[in-house]
């Protein structure tokens, strides 16, 4: 292995060896390693193959910011090998490529280049009419990524959530000093850093021409850091959004931290920018920041004979870093006519190396099979982009470059900020940033080092005064910046190959002749040509792509600017999207009373409640017996997680007229009504029972999980009808039970003798106000499990004292507690709906035989012109009841509804129930299959089909006898 003698080598124990493989070759690596750098160690620099024209790729960054890595693990695709760390055994393999990675039989396609020429997918492949499908299999499989292991067992991910006073992102030089001041200042300080250690380009560049600065700073800094109370470090994590008010999702390996920060700084550094010239993408031809991040965290000597070029004075320091390793650097090239600072040139000579001024590398060339760099051409600039005829050849196998930087502009584009080109300066910089977000550093067009220390402490000094605390930073001035961007290091050559964007291989001219097709705006640009959408996100493309657009269309840089940065800021996992969340709970006020009672809780939203009472192991026969005893005497069920929402003034009828389908203004006082609730394109959202109580006075209940939305909704709603109306989310102020059962009248009698409890003196569907055991309530006749039954909603705080009393009361009539399963099954027996459950985001009134709920002659509510326009149409799926014999394989919510080799549907509901003696249950079935008694073949576990048959819905008590008694 080409290893480098400490102190080289930062993240690297060389104690521990590690073994693994690459297309089947043994390698060794150390602890620390990616696995390109050990690649690297061991000689091996072809990587992996160019999307469209399969030519050798070697690493670009040694950052995991390019696409030039790509390669395929076992268990994952698409993987970076700079950025991604080996392990002891791992199998490694290239991806994209035909035949095998060192000889790929498509790279060929290079040679025909001309005949795909950018956007001729577009323009060749759409006709004859329907060719797309002939050729579209072809296509992919020629431009193939990675490729999937379906037998992938699904790992833990998981989510958290930080609260804290300044969120720094990126820990380089200014964000650890940044971090430091708003410590010191007593602020709650979060430092967010991509990498495994702290330091940024303090850990791989160079800042002087002795080269001990940076790694003594970094020392002092990183330990003060570390140490610092107020200081929270995420490493190897990224900020991968910016949203409103500060809220960053971060993810560091299978977690995300949900983050919110009263201030946030970005200090996340800038992009080394390559220098555009024909065969720049050959292994070998990297960043100068890239070889001395090969160095300096890896020990790995990237070549043996060197050729720097650069538009800046870094490249001097990047020749002076390797040639104290032993690289021997056969020359600078220097695209200025001078250094900015005199001295570097001086040292750079004093180490033998020969400098040209005032030139560029115009062609790398290559060994046969084009696997690595050979040499170049290097020629005289005579005017903007444009060389001189003939030049001088040097022979290489290593080519560093910087043509200058590129602002991590991403996040702060996703918060508003605008980008702005300084023509000057040849850069880009960013303005027009939300309160509470700052900039520091290179990203804010600082690169003196004194500069962004200063810049960091400045801007948390600032943010410091925003939070109300004093970060003792005085004034003081920066010193003056020395020019590092080139202002067009970009020189196409007739021969092509002179890539602009590495990882959807576009060249000049395919930038160029996008503008003379007519797409002269950049974003259109983008979207015919696909520059910017691979992996790297345009990180290396923006900047090229924006300066040639706008000569193209002659106009500046400034007015062209780059195309739109949406999250995320890089790739990540649906696993970390649908991770194991946070999950916060509340406890109702009986929640004692469930546990003493051996209930098994469940969530339903945030809250918890009783499933069943008894043994997990005994679900089924405690559901039954539970529901049994319903139908047969009388049960007490904790309904306190229903929502309430109080609607009181004026308008408050006029309010629920708009927001529900049924009408309510003449809706009598002391009754309810049952409350649909659309959105604007006539999906049922929620649904619930409205009570009126008074004139200008409305209860209404609505779902566990939907009530926190709905009351968004109707305060959103009434911000625009502006009522005279205001509304009230009461549902943690309120406690509530269901009395339900033949036997519940004469339970409620016993408790409550200001009410008259009788049939005719508190019908159906009727509200009263009375008190039960001594404890103000709200009572309503409603029947959601299809019995007699009593809602009863009272203060929480007297929740427990309610159900204690109730229990009491009822314990010569055997009463008894049932959960949250067995009311699901008793409302299934009546074939009651359950939103959520047996709706989904596309359902539709017509659809769940609600059609009756719908006020006809109201001349608005939400939604109402969406509904008519879908009742115009033919019906394609309705919700149907069915049933099955007992002892037959039990359809589980899920399974498909099949009409012939297709999908017709899907089951919302299904449960066996011991009333009726068959399994019963709701699902998704076509139209043409949604008449009684047809049957309808359902697809069970195992695959096996079963025949269910349609049925009238409800299954039980269709006249409602029992719950009007």
Not at 683 to 711: K, M, P, Q, W
Request: net charge neutral.
């Amino acid at each position: 292995m080409s290893r480098l003698p400490a102190p080289m080598g930062l993240l690297i124990d060389r104690d521990q060896p590690l073994r693994f493989s690459f297309e089947g070759t043994d390698y060794q690596g150390f602890a620390g390693d990616s696995i390109a750098s050990a690649l690297l160690a061991n000689g091996r620099w072809l990587l992996s193959r160019s999307f469209k024209y399969h030519r050798p790729r070697g690493p670009l960054t040694m950052a995991g910011q390019d696409a030039n890595t790509l390669v395929q693990l076992p268990d994952e695709p698409n993987v970076l090998a700079d950025a991604q760390a080996i392990r002891a055994g791992i199998q490694v393999t290239g991806q994209n490529f035909n035949g095998s990675l060192d000889n790929d039989r498509d790279a060929y396609l290079g040679k025909f280049s001309k005949f795909m020429p950018v956007g001729f997918y577009y323009r060749s492949f759409y006709k004859p009419k329907g060719m797309w499908k002939v050729w579209e299999p072809l296509i992919r499989k020629k431009a193939g990524l990675g490729v999937l292991d379906l037998g992938f067992k699904p790992q833990y991910y998981d989510k958290a959530y930080l609260f804290v006073d300044v969120a720094i992102i990126g820990a380089g030089p200014a964000g650890l000093s940044a971090a430091l001041t708003a410590a010191n200042a007593g602020a709650k300080v979060l430092l967010v850093e991509q990498q495994p250690v702290l330091g940024g380009s303090l850990t791989y560049a160079r800042f002087d021409v002795e080269g001990r600065r940076a790694e003594l700073l970094r020392r002092e800094l990183v330990a003060a850091v570390e140490g610092h109370a107020n200081i929270q470090i995420l490493k190897d994590a990224t900020c991968n959004a910016w949203f409103t008010d500060n809220y960053l999702p971060v993810i560091q390996g299978r977690r995300m931290y949900k983050v919110r920060a009263r201030q946030c700084i970005v200090s996340a550094g800038a992009f080394d920018q390559p220098v555009v010239f024909r065969n720049n993408d050959l292994p070998g031809i990297m960043l100068a920041s890239a070889a001395q991040r090969l160095m300096k965290l890896y020990a790995v000597k990237p070549g043996k004979r060197a050729v720097v070029l650069t538009g800046n004075d870094d490249g001097y320091l990047a020749a002076l870093d390797l040639a104290e390793q032993g690289v021997q650097v056969a020359a600078l090239v220097d695209m200025r006519q001078q250094p900015s600072d005199a001295t570097l040139k001086i040292a750079v000579e004093k180490q033998g190396i020969p400098c040209h001024l005032g030139s560029t590398v115009y062609e790398a060339l290559h060994e046969k099979g084009m696997r690595h760099v050979s040499g170049v051409d290097i020629r005289r600039i005579t005017a903007q982009g444009q060389v001189s005829e003939s030049g001088l050849r040097l022979a290489c196998d290593l080519l560093c470059m910087s043509a200058g930087y590129m602002p991590v502009y991403q996040l702060l584009c996703q918060a508003g900020g605008k980008l702005a080109y300084d023509e000057q300066r040849a850069e880009f910089a960013i303005s027009g940033l939300p309160q509470h977000l700052a900039i520091a550093g290179s990203v804010n067009g600082r690169h003196n080092l004194d500069n962004v220390l200063l810049d960091g402490a400045r801007v948390a000094a600032g943010a410091c005064v925003a939070l109300g605390l004093d970060a003792g930073i005085g004034e003081a001035a920066f010193a003056g910046e020395a020019r590092v961007n080139f202002d067009w290091p970009i020189f196409p050559h007739p021969k092509g190959k002179d890539f602009v964007d590495f990882d959807e291989d576009l060249q000049v001219r395919d930038i160029v002749n996008a503008t003379r097709i007519g797409y002269r705006d950049v974003q259109l640009v983008k979207r015919f040509s696909t520059v910017g959408m691979g992996p790297s996100q345009g990180r290396h493309s923006a900047l090229p792509t924006a300066r040639l657009v706008a000569q193209a269309t002659r106009r500046s840089i400034s007015e062209t600017g780059v195309t739109t940065a949406r999250p995320p800021f890089e790739a990540e996992k649906l696993a970390h999207v649908a991770g194991r969340a946070f999950d916060p709970y509340r406890q109702t006020p009986m929640h004692s009373r469930h546990v003493a009672a051996g209930a098994k809780l469940m969530p339903a939203g945030i809250w918890q409640r009783p499933a069943y009472y008894g043994k997990p192991e005994e679900r089924e026969r405690c559901m039954q017996e539970e529901a049994r005893h319903v139908r047969e005497k009388v049960g007490l069920i904790d309904v306190s997680t229903l929502g309430g929402l109080d609607v009181r003034g004026p308008d408050a009828a006029e309010l629920l007229e708009r927001i529900y389908t049924l009408p309510f203004k003449k809706q009598p006082v002391a009754r309810t009504r049952y409350a649909l609730m659309t959105n604007e394109q006539g999906v049922v959202i929620d649904d619930g029972v409205c009570a009126r109580l008074a004139d200008n006075h409305f209860y209404v209940t609505a779902t566990t999980s939907g009530v926190d939305r709905i009351y968004q909704q109707m305060l959103k709603w009434n911000a625009q009808w502006r009522l005279n109306v205001d509304i009230t989310n009461v549902t943690a102020a309120l406690a509530a039970v269901n009395l339900a059962g033949p036997l519940s009248r004469q339970v409620l009698e016993k408790l409550c003798d200001d009410v008259d409890l009788s049939a005719e003196g508190f019908p159906y569907l009727a509200v009263r106000t009375g008190t039960v055991a001594g404890i103000p309530a709200r009572l309503m006749r409603v029947g959601f499990v299809g019995e007699l039954g009593y809602e009863i909603h009272v203060p929480a705080r007297h929740g427990g004292k309610l159900w204690d009393a109730l229990m009491a009361a009822g314990t010569e009539f055997g009463i008894r507690p049932f959960g949250v399963e067995t009311q699901r099954l008793l409302r299934l027996e009546k074939g009651h709906v359950i939103i959520s459950q047996d709706t989904d985001g596309m359902t539709h009134p017509g659809e769940i035989d609600m059609e009756w709920a719908i006020g006809r002659k109201k001349a608005f509510f939400v939604g109402k012109r969406s509904i008519e326009i879908l009742e115009a149409q033919p019906l394609k799926r309705k919700l149907v009841g069915f049933t099955l014999p007992k002892g037959s394989p039990q359809p589980l919510e899920g399974h498909l509804v099949l009409k012939g080799p297709d999908i017709s549907g899907n089951v919302t509901s299904c449960e066996y129930s011991t009333t009726l003696g068959q399994i019963i249950g709701l699902a998704y079935a076509g139209a043409d299959q949604a008449e009684p008694g047809m049957v309808i073949p359902i697809r069970v576990e195992g695959g096996q089909v079963v025949q269910a048959t349609v049925v009238q819905l409800p299954f039980f008590d269709p006249d409602n006898q029992r719950q009007e008694l």
